[in-house]
């Protein structure tokens, strides 16, 4: 089976490895097509793509993660982007000023409580354009604030803790249309995280997001159980959604997810980006 992973973070967002180091760890696990969804940016894909030219038998995908407010918070994927289209850059320029607003609040309320950070420190944790949580997150280690990143998120930065401060989220119909105006189709982001945990509620709101736009769904991914599993699939073919997987993976931020097999169960074959591709033919030809 040709397999693929279709959720992988790179240093240009929040993942430890630079598109070189994950296209050729890609390579090394033997995936035929992985794909860049990067949160907020695309700034990775153009050296993803040349190395995956240099090595040979592996497919680049060019994506973007976007977080949306909708029930609670939401990710959107976007696949087959045309990176270089100037209403997606100007887009994605705007959500890169969102996550500078939040980092600055977010750097404020550490201050407040006697804790020093500088744009500058986090500035030193990433390799790429934009900070996240996960670069706080590894700023408190080196600082000894805190042991690990779970500690980190728990204390410091995950919903409800003491630093938190909730980003300035688009509406998913502003975030899949951008997608889609782009030439790329968007896919709903491992739907086990939303707010609807019902089938009949969950029903409702992919009903209403495939009416925005929305292509698919991510059936597969490192944090779905078989019965999450089962629940989306019979959902995305109730509703002639596309089904899609991916590993989320982000490197050592998350060390228990490996490229390509999550947690060690997701296996995911080329058919699906297969279907996905057809889905973007009919709506380019529509």
């Given at each position: 089976?040709k397999?693929?992973?279709?959720?992988?973070?790179?240093?240009?967002?929040?993942?430890?490895?630079?598109?070189?180091?994950?296209?050729?760890?890609?390579?090394?696990?033997?995936?035929?097509?992985?794909?860049?969804?990067?949160?907020?940016?695309?700034?990775?894909?153009?050296?993803?793509?040349?190395?995956?030219?240099?090595?040979?038998?592996?497919?680049?995908?060019?994506?973007?993660?976007?977080?949306?407010?909708?029930?609670?918070e939401?990710?959107?994927?976007?696949?087959?982007?045309?990176?270089?289209?100037?209403v997606?850059?100007?887009?994605?320029?705007?959500?890169?000023?969102?996550?500078?607003?939040?980092?600055?609040?977010?750097?404020?309320?550490?201050?407040?409580?006697?804790?020093?950070l500088?744009?500058?420190?986090?500035?030193?944790?990433?390799?790429?354009?934009?900070?996240?949580?996960?670069?706080?997150?590894?700023?408190?280690?080196?600082?000894?604030?805190?042991?690990?990143?779970?500690?980190?998120?728990?204390?410091?930065?995950?919903?409800?803790?003491?630093?938190?401060?909730?980003?300035?989220?688009?509406?998913?119909?502003d975030?899949?249309?951008?997608?889609n105006?782009?030439?790329?189709?968007?896919?709903l982001?491992?739907?086990?995280?939303?707010?609807?945990?019902?089938?009949?509620?969950?029903?409702?709101?992919?009903?209403?997001?495939?009416?925005?736009?929305?292509?698919?769904?991510?059936?597969?991914?490192?944090?779905?159980?078989?019965?999450?599993?089962?629940?989306?699939?019979?959902?995305?073919?109730?509703?002639?959604?596309?089904?899609?997987?991916?590993?989320?993976?982000?490197?050592?931020?998350k060390?228990?997810?490996?490229?390509?097999?999550g947690?060690?169960?997701?296996?995911?074959?080329?058919?699906?980006?297969?279907?996905?591709?057809?889905?973007?033919?009919?709506?380019?030809?529509?």
């Amino acid at each position: 089976m040709k397999r693929i992973d279709l959720h992988s973070h790179t240093t240009a967002s929040d993942g430890t490895l630079t598109p070189r180091e994950l296209i050729k760890l890609a390579k090394k696990q033997g995936l035929e097509a992985i794909a860049i969804t990067d949160h907020d940016t695309v700034s990775g894909i153009k050296e993803a793509k040349a190395v995956a030219e240099e090595i040979g038998g592996i497919e680049v995908i060019p994506g973007v993660e976007v977080s949306a407010d909708y029930y609670g918070e939401m990710h959107i994927l976007g696949y087959f982007l045309d990176i270089h289209d100037p209403v997606l850059q100007v887009r994605l320029e705007e959500l890169k000023e969102i996550r500078k607003r939040r980092n600055h609040r977010m750097i404020g309320r550490f201050q407040k409580r006697g804790i020093h950070l500088t744009l500058e420190e986090l500035e030193s944790e990433t390799k790429g354009e934009l900070i996240g949580r996960p670069h706080f997150a590894s700023l408190l280690i080196k600082k000894g604030l805190v042991n690990t990143f779970q500690e980190a998120f728990n204390k410091y930065l995950a919903h409800g803790s003491l630093c938190y401060v909730a980003k300035e989220e688009v509406h998913p119909k502003d975030a899949i249309e951008m997608i889609n105006k782009s030439g790329g189709v968007a896919v709903l982001a491992h739907p086990v995280f939303l707010k609807a945990k019902t089938r009949l509620k969950l029903k409702s709101l992919f009903t209403e997001l495939k009416e925005m736009g929305l292509t698919g769904i991510e059936v597969y991914h490192s944090d779905h159980s078989w019965k999450h599993r089962e629940l989306f699939l019979g959902l995305a073919n109730d509703l002639d959604l596309c089904v899609t997987g991916g590993s989320d993976y982000h490197g050592t931020h998350k060390p228990y997810i490996n490229l390509g097999v999550g947690r060690g169960n997701l296996s995911l074959s080329y058919d699906l980006l297969d279907r996905l591709r057809e889905k973007q033919s009919l709506k380019l030809s529509a």
